[in-house]
């Protein structure tokens, strides 16, 4: 009986985590819709992006009502306990995600009457690396691979120099030419959003770095030190 109440649990558990996971694919498809609608100036692209936030916020009310299903009618053990608590932390960051990706949308939408005045370089590259640290953090969650999340930390660190190398960039251009600082700081806004979500992509391999140690540490402090 034991037995079959804990088979039971571990299924709940992994139907818990193929939702975290539908969740993160979700969010890597409207970045990708969002980039490629900014690019191409296909407002209706943007506008598919925006209405996939819909999907992801039954994803949230979903995995919720999950976790506390499973903390009501469960007696679930210290690390399970922590694998349900990181679940409800990380799906809060990836529906946080989501809504970034629906500014980012919303400013493709903006520009879409408009030519780029330069090509767009940093932004696509800075959205992939997004999409794999976010799959990287989620399939950390998942294996339990701890070794994924010095991946996230590295990444996280890269996006923030692209930031900063893309906003001066772009600073530089709006002072030689006054023309483009409405575009300008529209694509600011966009580089801006894509290091607020390498943040959250970090916070939820935070999560996971606190479900399998127990230790609520910030990675980019502490995650080389621990392991060596």
């Known amino acids: 009986?034991?037995?079959?109440?804990?088979?039971?649990?571990?299924?709940?558990?992994?139907?818990?985590?193929?939702?975290?996971?539908?969740?993160?694919?979700?969010?890597?498809?409207?970045?990708?819709?969002?980039?490629?609608a900014l690019r191409t100036r296909n407002q209706d692209l943007a506008?598919?992006?925006?209405?996939?936030?819909?999907?992801?916020?039954?994803y949230n009310l979903a995995v919720e009502n999950k976790c506390l299903k499973l903390?009501?009618?469960?007696?679930?053990?210290?690390?399970?306990?922590?694998?349900?608590?990181?679940?409800?932390?990380?799906?809060?960051?990836?529906?946080?995600?989501g809504d970034y990706v629906v500014?980012?949308?919303?400013?493709?939408?903006?520009?879409?009457?408009?030519?780029?005045?330069?090509?767009?370089?940093?932004?696509?590259?800075?959205?992939e690396l997004v999409k794999k640290m976010l799959h990287e953090s989620l399939q950390a969650f998942v294996s339990r691979d701890l070794k994924l999340l010095q991946r996230v930390v590295d990444a996280d660190d890269e996006i923030d120099r692209m930031d900063k190398s893309l906003s001066q960039s772009l600073i530089d251009y709006m002072k030689s030419d006054p023309t483009?600082?409405?575009?300008?700081?529209?694509?600011?806004?966009?580089?801006?959003y894509l290091e607020r979500l390498a943040d959250h992509v970090t916070n939820v391999a935070e999560r996971v770095y606190y479900m399998e140690t127990g230790e609520a540490r910030e990675l980019h402090k502490h995650i080389g030190k621990s392991d060596s």
């Open 103 to 127: 500014d980012i949308a919303k400013v493709a939408v903006r520009l879409s009457d408009t030519p780029l005045f330069k090509p767009l370089v940093n932004i696509p590259a800075m959205a």
């Open 1 to 36: 009986m034991i037995h079959a109440a804990r088979m039971a649990f571990a299924d709940e558990i992994d139907d818990l985590q193929q939702d975290l996971l539908k969740m993160g694919s979700t969010v890597e498809q409207m970045l990708h819709k969002s980039i490629e």
């Open 71 to 97: 903390l009501a009618l469960q007696q679930p053990m210290a690390h399970d306990l922590r694998a349900i608590a990181a679940a409800m932390k990380i799906v809060t960051d990836i529906e946080r995600m």
């Open 180 to 192: 483009l600082t409405d575009q300008a700081v529209q694509l600011l806004l966009i580089s801006r």
């Open 47 to 58: 506008r598919e992006a925006i209405a996939q936030d819909d999907v992801l916020d039954r």
